[in-house]
């Protein structure tokens, strides 16, 4: 560096026709005084460095200018020691060659310090960088494995295995569009000639609907039996989250139950999308009776509608995630669509009427879903 430092002193000096100008003196006066300011500066940089700027500046550059003055003298020694010039010629070097000596030490010195002073704080600011990544990115795992356990939880609260009954078929499906999500189902075995199943969904997404779906079956369960109506259960269920849910949640929610013996359907609705019920004759009935979303209005009744069951129907509950999916196009999967795809494949079981809807509502909105998807289907034998 001191080497580069004296040819580019030296074409400075001839191309400003500097008279005297001579490179052998001029390599030795910048190798002496670099050797003598650049240890001077490794010292005082750390002390200066205990300051402020603009202050580190203020104690830096006076002391360099010290610094500079006496390396300056030393190196014009050395200069008129090699070159045997007598010592009364310092004075008048040192004004001539000196001045410039010291200019040069300055601007070189500030350069260096300017430098190192940057590459130490885009070492600082690269290494908050980096422990800020190293954060988000342990964070952001951590996140992705509460989210796993919290899925976990969420699906073992759901039916491992639905039960079913004879004279019945029902199948069912859960699939968040996140790790969690509000939709859910159930179904509660009362008897060997009778069921109940519900269906519903949360508003909003995330561990928030997560945590009132896992409230809302607590006290499903507590509060189901063959003794309890549907429209009675509802309004249990209504009161428990009126005095515990926010005031911009609430729940859908659609409950049934089925007594085989009877062929007797019998449910009461809370906002939830209306179920279809298929007819082996192809007709298809909306089961739209019900009142409001549970959690909005404290005291609300709801009331119980019958309908008689025979034997090919085939009972379909659903959230809005199967009729709002998507096409590349934007439109809906809608209802008709439903309908007629139900009707077409009625000489199915549950199970593969199941599998059929989800494998075509995913393939019409290419496996993205706008919201949760649920489905249960039931078959009457």
């Not at 400003?16 to 100008?21: E, F, G, L, S, V």
Request: charged share 20%; net charge negative; proline share 3%.
């Amino acid at each position: 560096m001191f080497l580069v430092v004296a040819v580019a002193l030296f074409a400075v000096l001839k191309v400003t026709n500097w008279r005297d100008a001579d490179f052998g003196a001029i390599l030795i006066y910048s190798l002496v005084i670099g050797n003598l300011t650049w240890p001077a500066m490794v010292v005082l940089a750390p002390f200066c460095d205990r300051f402020r700027g603009p202050v580190d500046w203020l104690v830096y550059f006076p002391i360099l200018f010290l610094v500079a003055l006496a390396s300056s003298a030393v190196a014009l020694l050395a200069v008129l020691a090699i070159y045997r010039a007598p010592l009364s010629a310092f004075r008048d070097q040192y004004w001539i060659g000196g001045r410039l000596g010291v200019v040069v030490v300055l601007i070189v010195g500030s350069i260096i310090r300017l430098y190192d002073v940057t590459r130490e704080k885009l070492e600082r600011r690269n290494l908050e960088l980096q422990r800020t990544l190293e954060d988000g990115k342990t964070q952001s795992e951590i996140q992705e494995e509460e989210f796993g356990k919290a899925r976990e939880i969420q699906e073992g609260l759901l039916p491992k295995k639905i039960p079913q009954v004879r004279g019945l078929e029902i199948a069912g499906v859960w699939q968040p569009t996140l790790a969690v999500g509000g939709d859910f189902y159930d179904v509660v075995k009362f008897g060997e000639g009778k069921v109940g199943i519900c269906i519903g969904d949360v508003v909003g997404k995330r561990i928030s609907a997560a945590l009132l779906m896992a409230n809302l079956l607590a006290s499903f369960r507590a509060f189901v039996s063959e003794l309890v109506s549907p429209g009675v259960l509802a309004g249990k269920l209504n009161d428990v989250l009126c005095n515990n849910i926010a005031a911009d949640k609430f729940i859908t929610f659609w409950y049934c139950t089925i007594d085989v013996h009877r062929g007797k359907l019998t449910y009461a609705g809370a906002g939830q999308w209306p179920p279809i019920l298929f007819r082996k004759s192809g007709e298809a009935i909306l089961l739209k009776e019900g009142g409001t979303p549970l959690g909005i209005f404290p005291g609300q009744s709801y009331d119980d509608t019958g309908v008689d069951l025979e034997s090919g129907d085939h009972l379909v509950l659903y959230t809005d995630g199967l009729t709002e999916a998507m096409n590349s196009d934007g439109e809906e999967f809608g209802e008709a669509r439903l309908v007629h795809l139900a009707n077409r494949n009625q000489r199915l079981n549950a199970s593969e009427l199941l599998e059929s809807l989800a494998k075509e509502v995913t393939h019409y909105c290419g496996g993205n879903f706008q919201d949760d998807l649920t489905l249960v289907v039931i078959s009457v034998k």
